[in-house]
């Protein structure tokens, strides 16, 4: 496995333990709904929240530059197409975890409810 999955899978992980720490109860990982990939689902209170999860090592790359207006489309759309298929009553919240480091020295943030999803118009 080439090194930057296996550094994304282990963020992976510590994102979700963060997340059951602060109470959320995971639901799914790395969820492929047609071309989009949300990294976990999770619900906490009347809430399902997409996260993302950006894992860097080296501390010179801000994680948080890689979660651009693109991303943010991608992900909203999985979000939607997700809500839709399941039939999710849920209000919708997207959070990020950014991991930068290594296993023997990291840190992690989580910011919950990080962005709301963009209005679109239909064309």
């Known amino acids: 496995m080439?090194?930057?999955?296996e550094t994304g899978q282990w963020g992976e992980v510590l994102a979700c333990e963060k997340l059951i720490i602060e109470g959320y109860t995971i639901c799914?990982?790395?969820m492929r709904i047609g071309h989009y990939e949300i990294d976990i689902i999770a619900t906490k209170g009347?809430?399902?929240?997409?996260v993302e999860v950006?894992?860097?090592t080296n501390p010179?790359?801000?994680p948080l530059e890689a979660i651009d207006n693109k991303k943010i489309a991608r992900m909203t759309r999985a979000a939607n197409a997700y809500v839709i298929a399941y039939n999710i009553?849920?209000?919708v919240q997207f959070d990020i975890i950014t991991i930068i480091g290594t296993p023997e020295n990291?840190?992690?943030e989580h910011i919950p409810d990080a962005f709301t999803a963009p209005l679109t118009s239909s064309r």
């Open 2 to 5: 080439a090194q930057h999955n």
């Open 46 to 50: 009347n809430r399902i929240i997409f």
């Open 106 to 108: 990291y840190t992690i």
């Open 60 to 62: 010179n790359h801000d």
């Open 89 to 91: 009553p849920h209000e």
């Open 28 to 30: 799914q990982r790395n």
């Open 54 to 56: 950006k894992t860097r």
